[in-house]
C-alpha cells in the first residue's frame, strides 16, 4: 500500500535535519550559561537546573543538578572530554554545533534552522489542511476514543504488539495523540518562547515575554519543550525498529508499506 505522499516524506527528512542542527546548535547556546531559572531574571544561587564543575575530594567533577537532587556526571555533563583534557562545559563537544565553544555561531546555526523547521512546518501543515491529512490520519475517530479501544492500544504498545492487516492502514489513538501533541502544543511552545527570547522580537510583542512569566520562565519551558522532542524522537526510533525497521524506512522513502497478515488473536 502506499501510506506517505511526496510532501509528507520530504518534509519528514527536512525535519529530521532541522531538528538535528537546531537540537546540537541550542546546546550550543545553552552552554553559555548551562542553568535554568524561573521567572524574569536569574537567580544564580538558586537554578532549577544547573550543570558545573565542582571539586570533589580534590578533584574536579561534573555535576548535574535537578531541584534539590545532585548528581555527578563526569565525562557527560558539566566536566567532559578526553581525559586527560576534559574542561568544564554543560553537554560535552559531540553534542553541540560547532563542536567547540563558538556562542555567536551557535545563534547563527539555531536561527537558520529554527526558520527552516519553521517554513517546512508550515508546508505540512497547509498540505494537511489542504488535503484532509490532519482530519482523515491524525484525529482520532470515535471508535478509538472508547476506553477499551483506548486500553487495548496500551497494552499492545506495552507488549510492543504491533498492529496488522487493516488496522497497519491507520495510526492507532497513542500514535494520533503523540503526533498532535507534538503539532499543536509543544513545537508551538518551542516558537513562541523562542520568538520571546529575541530583543528584536521584545520590542515589537513585549507582552508575548510576560505571557510565560518572564524570560527566564521562557528560557526553561524552551529547554522542556527541546527535551519532550528528543523524548518523542527516541521513542519514535525505537518504534520503527521494533516494528519493522526496513519497511518502515521504505515506506518514508518511496511511499510505500507492506502490510503483514493480520493473526487471530489468543
Request: proline share 5%; hydrophobic share 45%; with cysteine.
Amino acid at each position: 500500500m502506499r501510506r506517505h505522499s511526496g510532501v509528507t516524506r520530504v518534509t519528514h527528512w527536512v525535519n529530521v535535519l532541522a531538528v538535528s542542527l537546531l537540537l546540537m546548535s541550542g546546546l550550543q547556546i545553552f552552554n553559555a550559561h548551562p542553568a535554568l531559572y524561573w521567572g524574569q531574571t536569574s537567580t544564580f544561587a538558586e537554578p532549577w537546573m544547573s550543570m558545573s564543575m565542582q571539586e570533589r575530594n580534590d578533584r574536579p567533577v561534573g555535576v548535574t543538578t535537578l531541584g534539590g537532587a545532585r548528581f555527578e556526571t563526569t565525562g557527560l555533563f558539566g566536566y567532559s572530554g578526553q581525559v586527560g583534557k576534559r574542561e568544564p562545559r554543560g553537554f560535552p563537544a559531540w553534542a553541540t554545533v560547532p563542536s567547540y565553544r563558538d556562542l555567536a555561531s551557535g545563534r547563527r546555526w539555531h536561527f537558520f534552522f529554527a526558520w527552516l523547521f519553521v517554513i517546512n512546518g508550515l508546508v505540512y501543515l497547509g498540505f494537511a489542511l489542504a488535503g484532509g491529512h490532519l482530519r482523515r490520519d491524525l484525529l482520532p475517530t470515535r471508535a478509538q476514543l472508547r476506553p477499551r479501544s483506548i486500553r487495548r492500544d496500551v497494552i499492545d504498545h506495552l507488549r510492543l504488539r504491533f498492529p496488522k492487516g487493516e488496522a497497519a492502514r491507520t495510526y492507532n489513538f497513542l500514535q494520533k495523540v503523540a503526533y498532535l501533541a507534538m503539532i499543536l502544543a509543544v513545537l508551538p511552545l518551542m516558537l513562541l518562547t523562542g520568538l520571546s527570547m529575541s530583543p528584536g522580537f521584545n520590542a515589537a510583542a513585549p507582552w508575548l515575554i510576560d505571557l510565560f512569566g518572564g524570560r527566564q520562565s521562557a528560557r526553561s519551558v524552551h529547554f522542556i519543550c527541546a527535551g519532550l522532542i528528543v523524548l518523542f524522537v527516541l521513542v519514535h526510533v525505537a518504534l520503527v525498529v521494533l516494528s519493522g525497521f526496513w519497511n518502515n524506512m521504505r515506506s518514508m522513502i518511496t511511499g510505500r508499506y507492506a502490510i503483514e497478515t493480520e493473526e487471530a488473536r489468543p
